[in-house]
């Protein structure tokens, strides 16, 4: 028996390689306490406390042992290594099972070998021990039930990390210890050992200045931090430095002795790491070099412009002569000639001014010249390569640079970001530079993968910033940087590359600081904007004083052309085509804070977004469609402006949820419907609009409270001001009764609803009650009524036309022809999910999803009708639409009867009947769902029904709808076949 548990990241117990998934949280948490004291009792109240926190069951000691019972089950294996033993549950399995043993085993075995005198040994020790580490310890609980155990346990591995460190530096690994050691620093900076073993590295290195530097950003930041002075060892080492005691290695003197060496033409750098992607600019770029005089590689910061060149340079070396001119340290644009010249290996040019004397050196030489970084130079470096191309027919020019040099005879090749999404050549090269900085995958590569892509989406797929990221990984693991790419993406990098690329504040630093002071200004406050912004938004947001708003169109198409600002695809719907990279405006935004105008420009921003967003919403429903992802694509402005508004005008805050009611609700956008609710519970505004207190109705339906749904809407109908708010408010009254099981009170509500709705000319809330009204009818058996309903909805769809409208309608129809006419019901519900589907109306496309799959699986019990069934209700348990689930799951319970799958029937029933934001049924959907369920339960026994019973007594609904999920997919997998349907619980 092999049995592995992990608690040095994301808990994990694996039996004989195979892992035991724990599903529920709470139980994940209580295992988490009982391995916390392995081999030792933990008690039933500290198992409680675990797994309910400070919100206990009525009846706790039950709904432990439920919940042990439930965790054995998932233990398998293991489940007899879980005993009950007063005053609580062991979890008796020996201690070398804990990976957290083996690592402290390990890092104490490693000291001895180090002070046995065997470096080398230790090391390998070391790196094995900190191997095991997948991410923080005990993570999902490291901040509450297992925060004491999880600081020791961080403590003792930033000790190990030291450890490695001091063996790094006594092999001559220098560089790779001052990398490690800043990056403790990065997340500890008054941890004093990392700064001891950074300026020791530094002094091998022969860096003796900046090994200085270390002490003094120690000191300075102890003394105003701690107000102390750095420790006496500490003092003693800056002597040693100071007096030169420590001498750099062989290998530096080495480095430094043959820098200033130049023979012959100055070669393209070479690369120490694999080149991955970019095949397609490979192909292009030789192509211009083979058209074009001049060939210009443009693109922001990062983005690998210079490695671009590199790569490119090898395949053009075979056809003519390369000369790489590396600009970055050159200041004076009247150099520029000077420094060709030197890299051509010219030590006594002709007798000359610069610029001549380059220009009869070149006129009888076949060659590329490569000119790395030129954003600083651009005036000099356009003169000068305007000159070569004029005088000189046999050069060829490539250029590297923020933007292009717009002169004659240039081609431009924009050099993108990385594709970053799942599969993508960012990831691939992140995955690729993890490896090369020695990062030790978990047994789980999915979550691995996963995290990568969130770090290459965050850090916009630039090459250097995942370089710095996989770097500091090695030290941070994947779910710290993941976690907080906004910081550590500024720091660390490899000590090899120039100091700009060391991390992207300075790249950043150096674009920024060549911009002009209107350009720098424009940037800085168009970093008010989260998101992609229009022309229109930076005009009136971004102008004023000392920025005249005609100015605003150039400077920013100056922004644009320096690779600052991206320029995007234009969409049909929406002009917002520009953007700035998430590293461009942390950046931007940092200055943006620093400065007195950051208040102002969040105010006219919020109140730009207030007054588009309220024309928009005015339309939503009656417009052609596009409002909802206008809608959807600012929606981190309409975040940004709530934030604002909700700390300084709560009014705004109010016209902000009162505007964005109706695509939240249609939208399914939680976030924005919370805003609604968070106004209607506050109360800080007098009046509030009916449409927020219908958004609020409309989240508490959402997350399966219908009481307080129903609340919402009579304080909205109460405090209503106006014969709008009234039928906003009446309109989430009448859905609330509808889903309580109400069909009288919905209809009674919803016709005089419909009346007031019509009066003022509010075609979506009449068809939202005209609709109400016929389904209500079509459940109580008065057909006639519902289909003279019907036919109000189908006159508004005609009438008005709107894409909305027309999937409503054909929503609305569906449902009422269901049983009398299945064949049109399919139809005109997929009509419904295709429009609704079309203009991202999530609340229409998920109603009628719902009941088509589950028509679809009455009609036909097929493969493919259970795979869309489970389809459905995977979509809507992402989208976190508990009350929809429920209905599925409600219907689901007869379907399986009929396939005399009464155990999962049953367990389903019994679940749906426990749990708390389950909605009622009523009329003949109740009737069928009682027979199926007596049906069921004669079927299996009353063993059975009290097993059953017993298991789910305290069921959470996502154990239920993950159940119901699962069982989908089997009885797709198997429905075709003889084999046994694999039930989640078989």
């Known amino acids: 028996m092999a049995v592995v548990l992990k608690v040095l990241g994301p808990l994990e117990i694996r039996y004989d390689g195979n892992l035991l998934p724990i599903r529920s949280r709470r139980q994940r948490a209580m295992l988490t306490r009982l391995l916390m004291d392995p081999g030792h009792v933990v008690t039933a109240d500290q198992l409680i406390e675990s797994a309910w926190g400070d919100a206990p069951p009525l009846e706790p000691l039950a709904a432990l042992q439920n919940q042990i019972s439930r965790l054995r089950t998932y233990l398998g294996p293991l489940r007899e290594s879980l005993i009950t033993r007063a005053p609580g549950y ?13 690592f402290e085993r390990l890092t104490q075995e490693a000291r001895q070998i180090a002070d046995n005198g065997d470096a080398r040994l230790a090391l390998d020790y070391l790196n094995e021990a900190l191997s095991l580490w997948q991410g923080s310890a005990f993570a999902e609980f490291a901040d509450n039930i297992a925060r004491s155990r999880a600081v020791l346990l961080e403590q003792e591995r930033l000790a190990a990390i030291e450890d490695r460190i001091d063996l790094l530096l006594k092999l001559g690994e220098a560089a790779i210890a001052i990398g490690q050691a800043e990056s403790i620093n990065a997340v500890e900076p008054l941890r004093e050992r990392p700064y001891a073993q950074r300026m020791k590295g530094l002094a091998l290195e022969g860096r003796m200045n900046e090994s200085l530097a270390v002490f003094q950003e120690l000191r300075d930041r102890l003394s105003s931090e701690l107000g102390v002075e750095p420790s006496e060892e500490l003092k003693n080492l800056h002597v040693r430095i100071l007096r030169q005691e420590i001498e750099p290695s062989i290998r530096a003197k080495a480095q430094k002795s043959t820098s200033a060496a130049v023979a012959g033409l100055s070669e393209p750098p070479n690369a120490a790491s694999s080149f991955i992607g970019r095949a397609g600019e490979i192909d292009r770029l030789r192509t211009y070099v083979g058209k074009h005089v001049v060939t210009s590689i443009v693109g922001p910061g990062g983005v690998g412009k210079t490695r671009l060149a590199m790569e490119t340079a090898k395949i053009l070396s075979a056809l003519d002569p390369v000369c790489w001119i590396e600009l970055a340290e050159l200041e004076d644009e009247k150099l520029v000639a000077s420094a060709i010249l030197s890299s051509l290996g ?110 290459c989406e965050k850090l916009d797929g630039l090459p250097l910033a995942l370089e710095i990221a996989a770097a500091t990984a090695v030290e941070l693991g994947l779910p710290m940087v993941a976690a907080d790419t906004a910081n550590l993406k500024m720091n660390g990098g490899r000590r090899s590359v120039a100091s700009r690329h060391q991390d992207l504040r300075q790249l950043l630093s150096w674009s920024y600081n060549i911009l002009s002071a209107e350009e720098k200004t424009l940037l800085r406050r168009l970093a008010v904007f989260p998101g992609k912004f229009s022309f229109a938004q930076a005009r009136q947001v971004c102008g004023g004083a000392p920025l005249a708003t005609e100015r605003i169109q150039s400077l920013l198409a100056n922004l644009v052309r320096k690779s600052l600002v991206s ?50 919403g005015a339309n939503v429903g009656r417009g052609a469609g596009s409002e909802m992802s206008q809608l959807a694509e600012g929606l981190s402005d309409l975040r940004a402006s709530y934030l604002w508004a909700d700390l300084n005008d709560p009014s705004a805050a109010v016209q902000i949820a009162a505007s964005t009611a109706l695509f939240a609700s249609h939208r399914l956008e939680y976030e924005v419907l919370n805003w609604a609710e968070r106004e209607v519970q506050n109360g800080r505004v007098a009046s509030i609009p009916g449409d927020v207190y219908f958004a609020a109705s409309n989240f508490a339906i959402r997350k399966g409270s219908l009481a307080l749904a129903e609340k919402y809407a009579r304080e909205g109908i109460e405090s209503a001001r106006s014969e709008s708010d009234s039928v906003a ?31 003022i000319g509010d075609d979506l809330s009449a068809m939202a009650n005209a609709g109400t009204v016929a389904i209500a009818a079509s459940y109580i058996g008065e057909f006639e009524v519902a289909d003279a309903w019907i036919s109000k909805c189908q006159d508004i769809s005609k009438r008005v036309g709107s894409p909305m409208l027309r999937a409503y309608s054909s929503y609305f129809t569906g449902e009422v022809v269901m049983h009398s006419s299945p064949e049109r019901a399919l139809r005109v519900l997929g ?3 295709d429009i609704a589907s079309n203009i991202g109306d999530r609340f229409i496309a998920g109603i009628a999803l719902t009941s088509l799959v589950t028509l679809r699986a009455r009609v036909a019990k097929s493969r493919e009708s259970f795979e869309a069934y489970g389809f459905a209700m995977n979509s809507l348990l992402k989208g976190g639409d508990t009350t929809a689930l429920w209905l599925a799951v409600r219907n689901m319970i007869p379907i399986l009867w009929e396939m005399n799958l009464d155990i999962e029937a049953y367990t389903l029933y019994v679940a749906m009947n426990n749990s708390l934001s389950a909605p009622p049924v009523y009329g003949q959907e109740r009737m069928n769902l009682e027979a199926a369920a007596q049906g069921a339960a004669k079927r299996i026994g009353a063993s059975s029904v009290r097993q059953i019973a017993e298991q789910w007594k305290y069921a959470e609904d996502q154990e239920a709808f993950r159940f119901a999920i699962d069982l989908t997919r089997s009885i797709a997998k198997h429905i075709d076949s003889d084999t046994n349907l694999d039930s989640p619980d078989r």
């Open 90 to 102: 062991v979890f008796d399995l020996p201690i070398d099972c804990l990976d957290s043993y083996h």
């Open 346 to 455: 010219i030590i006594n040019p002709p007798p000359e001014p610069a610029n001549q004397a380059l220009l009869t050196v070149l006129k009888q030489r076949t060659l590329i010249l490569i000119l790395d970084n030129c954003e600083h130079l651009m005036e000099g470096v356009a003169d000068v390569v305007q000159r070569i191309v004029q005088s000189c027919p046999a050069v060829r020019v490539v250029t590297t640079s923020r933007e292009p040099l717009r002169i004659s005879g240039e081609q431009v090749l924009p050099l993108e970001p990385l594709p970053s999404g799942a599969e993508s050549v960012a990831v691939t090269l992140f995955l690729d530079r993890l490896r090369e900085a020695g990062y030790l995958f978990s047994d789980d590569s999915a979550a691995d993968v996963a995290l990568s892509v969130r770090i």
């Open 567 to 616: 320029r995007l695809a234009a969409s049909p719907s929406s002009d917002r085509a520009f953007a700035l990279l998430f590293t461009v405006r942390e950046f931007a935004l940092n200055h943006l804070r620093n400065s007195t105008e950051n208040d102002d420009l969040n105010r006219k921003a919020s109140w730009y977004t207030i007054e588009w967003a309220s024309r928009l």
């Open 729 to 759: 408010a009446r309109t989430a009254l009448a859905h609330c009764f509808l889903i309580q099981g109400k069909p009288r009170e919905a209809m009674r509500v919803s016709e005089e609803n419909w009346m007031a709705a019509v009066r």
């Open 831 to 833: 009509d419904a999910y």
